[in-house]
């Protein structure tokens, strides 16, 4: 069994920087891809930003240049810094990871919880 357990969010003013984390946990052998998706209300789940095991990063154009992804494999953790928010940024956040499981040599997509993202003055 494996888990995401993301930290981080909370209010800021507009402008404002947030950083997110998030850590894997469990029966874990390997982890390929992570990323950040995030939800705003009446609107569907969208990719914020994602990164390889290797280092290729692929952002949203909207977040482009403005927030940073970024990971330590060592610690099974994957990091969003957001610089420069904006109102529309408001959104749960949600990490994700594609893991290769110990206990049987599977890959499974495993979601975290989401944290809640408020950017308002």
């Known amino acids: 069994q494996v888990q995401l357990v993301e930290s981080g969010g909370g209010l800021v003013q507009p402008g404002g920087s947030l950083r997110l984390s998030c850590a894997a946990s469990?029966?874990?052998?390997?982890?390929?891809?992570m990323g950040w998706y995030r939800q705003a209300p009446g609107k569907q789940r969208e990719l914020v930003a994602a990164?390889?095991?290797?280092?290729?990063?692929n952002y949203a154009d909207s977040v482009r240049g403005r927030f940073t992804i970024s990971r330590d494999n060592a610690k099974n953790a994957v990091f969003l810094d957001m610089n420069s928010l904006k109102p529309e940024d408001t959104a749960v956040y949600y990490c994700n990871a594609v893991i290769l499981t110990s206990t049987n040599l599977r890959y499974l997509g495993v979601w975290g919880q989401g944290t809640l993202v408020t950017v308002s003055s």
């Open positions: 990164i390889t095991s290797g280092g290729r990063i």
């Open positions: 469990g029966s874990i052998f390997s982890i390929n891809d």
